[in-house]
């Protein structure tokens, strides 16, 4: 059975601008120790070498996406 003290992770997706970051601040908030990491902390992460992401992926961009989501 799980309880509010096992380790979790959510992964919240979806298109721009559909609430994903209130959805995830409202989720950790329910929880004694919890962190929200948004995808902007990512992203400026990377120094060299990202790809744009977009409605239209490149090669690249899709090769990236892939990699982050394994």
Known sequence: ???????????????MAAGKSTVAKARVQRFPRSAHVGGDAFLRMIVNGGAVMGPVLKAEARAQLTRRLQ
């Open 1 to 15: 059975m799980w309880s509010r003290n096992d380790p979790t992770l959510f992964i919240i997706t979806g298109a």
